[in-house]
């Protein structure tokens, strides 16, 4: 059965490993499943909480959120968009293997981000997503992310 929740937020996501992210390194506040294996829409975590006090050190005179981990949070929603379509035992992640994104405008700390990945083409175990951050409905980043899925029982270091 696929993930039947339409709205997870961002202490499900890491309390279920929906990913396999770490409180630091996940840039999901929330995620609603549009279409379970297409479409989903979320929410780009406020920058300002404890656990993000690292970005400060990004540009101190201009706190703009840097452009890779814009990518990183647009791949994170791709990774659950692909996944919502799989059976809620499934042991796979989605891994990064390659992203183009075009940065628009400078994303703020302040700034309330939606994001929005939908599935182009999934074959195998292999798929491209079309991503989008926009700031109040206007596009700062777009792009597509390429992905494919591991089995993450199996350790990358063995």
Known sequence: MVL??????REEILRDG???????????????????GKKVRG???DRRLPEFSYLVDHIPEY????GALSLEAL????GIAVLSGFPTDS?????????????????EPEDDIDLEAEILFFKM??????????NKDEVVAEG???????????????
């Open 18 to 36: 929906i990913l396999p992210h770490g409180k630091r390194f996940m840039f999901l506040e929330s995620v609603e499943v549009l279409e379970p």
């Open 75 to 78: 791949a994170e929603l791709s």
């Open 125 to 134: 175990s292999t798929g491209k997503t079309k991503v989008r951050a926009l």
């Open 4 to 9: 039947e929740r339409r709205y997870l937020s």
């Open 91 to 107: 042991n796979k992640i989605g891994v990064l293997r390659k992203g183009v994104i075009e940065l628009y405008k400078p994303i």
């Open 43 to 45: 929410k780009l975590v």
């Open 144 to 158: 597509e992310v390429t992905f494919m899925l591991v089995d993450k029982s199996k350790n990358p270091t063995e």
């Open 63 to 66: 706190p703009i959120f840097p």
